[in-house]
């Protein structure tokens, strides 16, 4: 669509000059509007207050919510976050062990053994055989 002169380029240009003339004046008052709400001392204190409250309603749920696990003897997330720790803890010590029983055999030339089913017993008994019946 041609401007007056029958450049387009002249009429975009000035709707992007007032798209951003409008944006950077809506951006001003918005600025100055909450600079005004968020720097009052009443804000301070109300969000202050409302932090206060829930942080109180959040430890007496936890708290009543680990007495009704407790009492139904169900794991609570403490019990769980410290079941973690202990699994962690013991993956640590047993990886160290392979690692060291890896460099004693090094050291002494033992091939490493198999894997696990191979160490696992022989089956020795027979299942029975089915009976035919010629009757």
Do not use: C
């Not at 609570?76 to 640590?92: C, F, K, M, P, V």
């Not at 050291?107 to 160490?119: C, F, N, Q, R, Y």
């Amino acid at each position: 669509m041609p401007g007056q002169n029958g450049n387009s380029q002249s009429s975009s240009t000035d709707v992007m000059d007032l798209w951003r003339s409008w944006f950077n004046e809506t951006e001003r008052q918005l600025n100055g509007f909450f600079g005004e709400i968020l720097g009052d001392e009443s804000f301070a204190r109300a969000s202050s207050g409302y932090v206060d409250a829930y942080s109180v309603i959040q430890r007496s749920l936890n708290q009543s919510m680990e007495r009704y696990l407790t009492t139904f003897n169900l794991p609570t997330h403490s019990d769980i976050t410290d079941l973690g720790e202990r699994l962690s803890a013991i993956e640590e010590r047993l990886a160290s062990l392979e690692t060291t029983l890896r460099s004693v055999a090094e050291k002494v030339d033992i091939a490493p053994t198999g894997s696990v089913t191979k160490l696992r017993p022989r089956r020795t008994r027979k299942p029975t055989a089915k009976k035919t019946d010629a009757s």
